[in-house]
């Protein structure tokens, strides 16, 4: 697609649970974003992968929260013993080359809308 | 101090006038800096990217940068009902190792009709 894609695009699960995001960047985009937005905030920054690895994981709030880029395409975050403060729209973002300016622009997938009941 | 400060609003413009978006930024290394629209329930969609100082025009939007003072701001002319939404300032080190996005809260704009 054209598109940065996630799914679920919904996912609601209750407190305890395990839960994977997945996020299909644009093709040909080295770097790839997480990101979390709570309502009436901004997103604020999870994770970033460079190709497989990840570059800054400085976001990950605690170690319930992990994800991976195994072959620096597809990216799966995953959410352990799912707490209710976990609710969030989970934005995943590509772009093209971090850090070159007029490369660097990240361009957002549509979100997965996570609700912990 | 918030290292992206935005006005949260809500800001109110007539149909056809200019809305006028600011932004601060605490980080002095900060390389790139971006405005994002983001309608209710939706991602944020780039609307314009800015590197240098002065302003950048795309159509009817006008984003400008002075970096002495850590300032961004988003000037729509003609403004259109549908571009009622919330914007978001973003910044970035855009040097390797510093590229992720710090986002203000946003600055929610409605245009009346």
């Known amino acids: 697609g054209a598109g940065v894609s996630q799914t679920p695009s919904n996912k609601v699960t209750e407190k305890g649970k395990y839960v994977e995001l997945r996020c299909d960047p644009i093709?040909?985009?080295?770097?790839l974003y997480w990101y979390r937005q709570s309502l009436g905030q901004g997103p604020e920054f999870l994770i970033y992968?460079?190709?497989?690895?990840?570059?800054?994981d400085s976001g990950l709030p605690n170690d319930r929260f992990f994800a991976v880029r195994p072959e620096g395409s597809v990216s799966t975050l995953k959410i352990q013993r799912t707490e209710r403060g976990d609710s969030a729209v989970y934005l995943c973002a590509s772009s093209f080359i971090p850090g070159l300016k007029s490369k660097d622009t990240q361009y957002f997938g549509p979100g997965t809308r996570l609700t912990v009941l | 101090q918030k290292e992206v400060e935005q006005n949260s609003g809500p800001l109110s413009v007539p149909e056809g006038a200019i809305a006028s978006l600011n932004c601060t930024y605490s980080?002095?290394?900060?390389?790139?800096f971006f405005w994002y629209r983001q309608y209710s329930g939706k991602s944020p969609e780039l609307i314009m990217s800015?590197?240098?100082?002065g302003d950048k025009e795309d159509g009817r939007f006008t984003a400008q940068l002075n970096k002495a003072s850590q300032y961004v701001s988003l000037l729509i002319r003609d403004s259109q009902p549908s571009d009622s939404a919330t914007y978001l300032c973003?910044?970035?080190?855009?040097?390797?190792?510093?590229?992720?996005?710090?986002f203000g809260t946003g600055t929610r704009l409605t245009i009346i009709p």
């Open positions: 973003a910044v970035s080190g855009a040097n390797f190792g510093n590229e992720k996005l710090t």
């Open positions: 093709s040909g985009h080295t770097a």
């Open positions: 992968f460079q190709g497989t690895g990840a570059a800054d």
């Open positions: 800015i590197y240098s100082n």
């Open positions: 980080d002095r290394g900060s390389q790139s």
